[in-house]
């Protein structure tokens, strides 16, 4: 159930991507992995990266609210492909919906980082971005790094890691997966997540918080 996108749209958001993070010095913050990750320590991190994360609703910041308005629009119509081939997908979903969720980042892995720890994006953890919802994951490679994609345990398969691919998959423990390292280049990825439920619904909860 893991499937790939291509186009060239994938593509020039992608280099969008990375000018973006290039040039946004400022919002620039260390990874973090997840909220209960009690087995990381400063020695052996479960991940090593440089975040900026993306808000698709706020209007605060104009460059970054036009990028994430194009990035949901993208990820968006691949969900729609992703569920025209698995139509029983969506039905077994709460209000047989799924949508984007709005929160995302972009995440650069300098030579030698990378979320080296097995793991996956379902938890249980009270964040904005809902993880108990999480149906799906998504990745945006941005750039083209041989040996550096996303290697999946289970289905004993690693992603490589190509500019303007999109990989769906699902969030939860039957895709435990973790990034490969190259030790020589650096590899920028966008990624987010596809919960269950009304978009609408969802931000209502999100204004209310």
Known sequence: MI??????????????????????VDLHRNGVSFSNDNDSSVSNPAKVSTDISLVAI?????????????????????????LEER????????????FVV?????QRYGAGEGFKRW???WTISNEATEPSHRVLAWILYCNDIASAGTEFFWQQHHEEAERG????????????????????????????WINAGLRDSYISRLAAS
């Not at 139509?87 to 799924?98: A, E």
């Not at 709005?102 to 972009?106: S, T």
């Not at 691919?165 to 990624?191: C, D, E, Q």
Request: charged fraction near 20%.
């Open 119 to 121: 793991h996956c994006d």
């Open 58 to 82: 706020d209007h605060s910041d104009p460059e970054a609210f036009a990028l994430s308005t194009v990035i949901v629009k993208g990820v968006t119509a691949a969900l729609h492909q992703y």
């Open 87 to 98: 139509p029983l997908f969506r039905d077994c979903c709460p209000d047989k919906s799924l």
């Open 102 to 106: 709005p929160i995302f980042n972009i």
């Open 3 to 24: 499937a790939c996108y291509r186009n060239s749209g994938f593509e020039a958001v992608a280099d969008g991507v990375v000018s973006f993070f290039e040039k946004r």
């Open 165 to 192: 691919k999109l990989a769906i998959f699902p969030a939860g423990p039957s895709h435990i997966h973790r990034g490969r390292v190259n030790y020589t280049k650096t590899k920028i990825i966008l990624t987010g």
